[in-house]
């Protein structure tokens, strides 16, 4: 089996053509699907898109690129969401300081909702961080010795140190198509030290085509290039790796169950 652990479905260049999308994953060998939320309001669509397909879950919560438009948002606006068999994840959610689309004390007030929803719901917490691993860090640590809860960091591509950081808190690791691009050797080599156990992989849909798609639209069938790579890198077959990494979703995301 393999997992596609985040991706975007709902996004419009994606939902346009959905079914055949679906069609050459299944084709591909991937079985499962997290359709990650980003804005709030699409949480309908996503709910249709998970109703249509079988194994495809949902989070939902806000992508710091949002967070102006949602920043009076709060936890119990996300806990509204949470009760569908469906979803089983709070997020995206995080802070970007490299596009900056928000000031960072909106995005900073957004994401301490987030993880206070996943607080009190006990689902994993989503987290996109770009070149802010100390604020990370700090509001993810600070806030688990408060009251502990899970999660992951999707699309990993920072610092070893957040890494291990989160590591630390029982964290797991995503991976994305920016381990094949070439001038990723710094994130190979990280994610040759991240512990099995800890990694899932992604393809973040529609972005972040692998290597020998870059520059293409993403799309879920994709992930086997990832994988591959991943495969080669830590000196395991494919379906080992795809194997592990499955077994990784399901134990993080645990209100997921397979339907056959």
């Known amino acids: 089996m393999i997992v596609d652990s985040h991706c975007h479905l709902s996004s419009p260049e994606i939902y346009a053509d959905l079914d055949n999308i679906i069609k ?27 109703k249509r397909f ?60 987030m993880i206070k929803a996943a607080q009190q719901s006990g689902l994993p917490l989503i987290v996109h961080t770009r070149q802010a691993d ?3 860090i700090t509001l993810i640590t600070d806030a688990y010795r408060q009251k502990p809860f899970r999660g992951v960091i999707h699309c990993y591509s920072s610092s070893f140190k957040l890494a291990q950081e989160m590591l630390k808190i029982g964290f797991y690791i995503s991976v994305s198509g920016i381990m094949t691009f070439k001038n990723s050797e ?18 973040d849909t529609p972005y972040l085509a692998p290597i020998p798609m870059r520059g293409q639209t ?10 591959r790579m991943l495969s080669e890198l830590r000196g395991l077959d494919f379906k080992k790796i795809s194997d592990i990494t499955s077994k990784n979703f399901f134990d993080l995301f645990d209100k997921a169950r397979i339907i056959t």
């Open 24 to 50: 050459r994953a299944h084709e591909a060998g991937v079985d499962a699907f997290l359709n990650a939320g980003a804005k709030f309001d699409e949480f309908d669509l996503q709910l249709e898109i998970c």
């Open 54 to 113: 079988q194994n495809v879950w949902c989070a939902t919560g806000v992508h710091p690129h949002d967070a102006v438009d949602y920043q009076h948002i709060s936890a119990d606006d996300v806990l509204k969401n949470t009760h569908h068999d469906k979803v089983i994840a709070i997020g995206e959610c995080g802070l970007d300081y490299f596009y900056d689309f928000a000031p960072k004390d909106v995005q900073i007030k957004v994401f301490s909702q």
């Open 134 to 136: 100390e604020d990370t």
């Open 186 to 203: 710094d994130l190979r080599q990280s994610l040759q030290k991240i512990p099995l156990e800890r990694l899932l992989v992604e393809t």
């Open 218 to 227: 993403n799309e879920p069938s994709l992930i086997v290039y990832t994988l």
